[in-house]
């Protein structure tokens, strides 16, 4: 996609409904959760990137940077909506795309109109907010850091915060909601069942 903006897969979470461990190196179709999300993303971004924390190593197959929480004590994924504004601007990049790392249906279409409504602009489906499928302007990483500093934890918030639109995404009649999160070993199931 020309002009595509580059885009990060925020895959830190600490999965605690799954049990643990990390939900985007789960096993999913022929590869795993975090492959899905990469094949639906890549064709509608530029540059990729991963936020994670820990060894870097185990994300090594998909050969791109890997974004640590720029802030201490797992704050949340807002961290790594700061660590994805931060390596915007070091590209240069008004603007930056984040996913979640465990959402293997994102639509094909995100990038592109997220980018209609502009900066910052958030999914939602069937009525629901999905604020970490964002457009977010990377000017923002400055106010971020000290929103975060001083305690803000919610996504949603930040996003409300910054006038950020919403974006309708609707479900296809014959799968899965777009936006599905693998919080469970039942949304797993459920999800190798749309496979």
Excluded: Y
């Amino acid at each position: 996609m020309p002009d595509a903006p580059p885009a990060v897969v925020l895959a830190g979470g600490l999965a605690r409904r799954m049990g643990g461990g990390d939900k985007p190196l789960l096993p999913f179709g022929g590869g795993t959760v975090l492959s899905a999300v990469l094949a639906r993303l890549a064709p509608q971004a530029g540059p990729l990137a991963i936020n994670a924390n820990g060894d870097p190593a185990r994300f090594a197959a998909h050969g791109l940077p890997i974004l640590l929480d720029p802030v201490e004590g797992h704050p949340g994924p807002l961290a790594g909506v700061l660590a994805a504004m931060l390596w915007a601007r070091s590209l240069g990049a008004a603007t930056i795309l984040t996913v979640p790392g465990d959402a293997p249906f994102l639509p094909t279409d995100l990038a592109a109109r997220l980018t209609l409504a502009g900066a910052p602009a958030f999914a939602t489906s069937g009525g629901r907010p999905h604020p970490i499928a964002a457009l977010w302007p990377s000017a923002l990483a400055g106010v971020l850091r000290q929103d975060l500093a001083d305690g803000l934890r919610r996504v949603q918030a930040f996003a409300t915060a910054h006038g950020a639109r919403p974006v309708e995404f609707p479900s296809p009649l014959d799968g899965p909601d777009p936006f599905l999160n693998l919080n469970t070993p039942e949304d797993l199931a459920r999800a190798r069942r749309w496979l």
